[in-house]
């Protein structure tokens, strides 16, 4: 018979609250808890079944509830309500259970609190050229590393998170386009902070023509090619066609369980536009953007690290 107040707990009943260690199923705890697949899934070891013929222990209908109430506390702060049973206690039918096991799949991807954050070390990239009225730019690539594809979906679908943080945008030389270069990246662009499973924070900055700030692109939107995250180009007059971008791509799928990559590119470039020949003040470039890249990883009272550690580069 199927689960019921006066009835018994059939293996079948406990097994469909349980799924297996990559259910993708709303209703079933290792769909959220265990290896999941794509944004289900915190990596933790699975909740394990019951035989067909066996019978539902105390023991092992504790585990149940104390995983549940385990990824209650990860995503919200408390507890779901539901007690574990003693051993040799009565093991009561929970009205709520149902319910509850949908409601954290609902809320997979939300994390009441995360864990320690690792600083990046600065870089400071520069750009220089003498007086010239061609069109210069400034590109780098900052690359963060998980060990697997598995990693990178624990570590996000966990509330972990990228930061990619403008600490300076300096103007060495004084010229025109050197401070129209530090004001895009300074002032108009900013940080580009809480990359993560299904968002990120956008621009921190104010000003400039803001062609795009995607904040719907996290992990998840991820491809082999590049989603710009953050365009904008220069308000400032004969400067106009000048530009900062930011954009965000993966190594591609890595697994079997829909991650999106264990390598995520973040492509920057600040670029100014050519200058008119006619034009007679200085043209020289030296302009250098000093940022880093910082890691939020997940909390681990709740969850224990399924996500490794990850490096950046």
Known sequence: MSYASGGLIAATDYNGFVGSSTSTTSGQINAVWSTGNG???????AVSQVSSAGTVTATQWSSLINTLNNIYNHQSGSGSGI??????????YLSALSGDLGTIYTNRLNAASQGSTTTGTVYNPNVTATNTISAESLSFTRTVTFSSGDAARYFFNAGGQINFVTTAAT??????????????????????NAIKAATNGGKSGTGGTVNTNATSIGYYSLT??????????????????????????????????ADKGSVIYIDCVAYSGARLSAESWNQTINFTWSHRVDIVYPESTYLSNSWGTVTVS
């Not at 944004?39 to 070891?45: A, H, K, L, V």
């Not at 007690?83 to 009561?92: D, E, H, K, W």
């Not at 025109?176 to 270069?181: E, K, P, T, V, Y």
């Open 83 to 92: 007690s574990a049973v003693t051993s040799g206690s009565l093991i009561s």
């Open 171 to 192: 103007s060495v030389d004084g010229s025109g386009r050197s401070n129209d270069m530090a004001t895009l990246v300074g002032t108009y662009l900013g940080s580009v």
């Open 39 to 45: 944004n289900g899934g915190y990596g933790q070891s």
């Open 224 to 257: 082999t090619s590049d989603q710009t995250v953050v365009s904008i180009n220069s308000g400032t007059y004969t400067y106009t066609g000048d530009y900062v971008t930011v954009s965000l791509k993966s190594n591609g799928a890595q697994g079997s369980n």
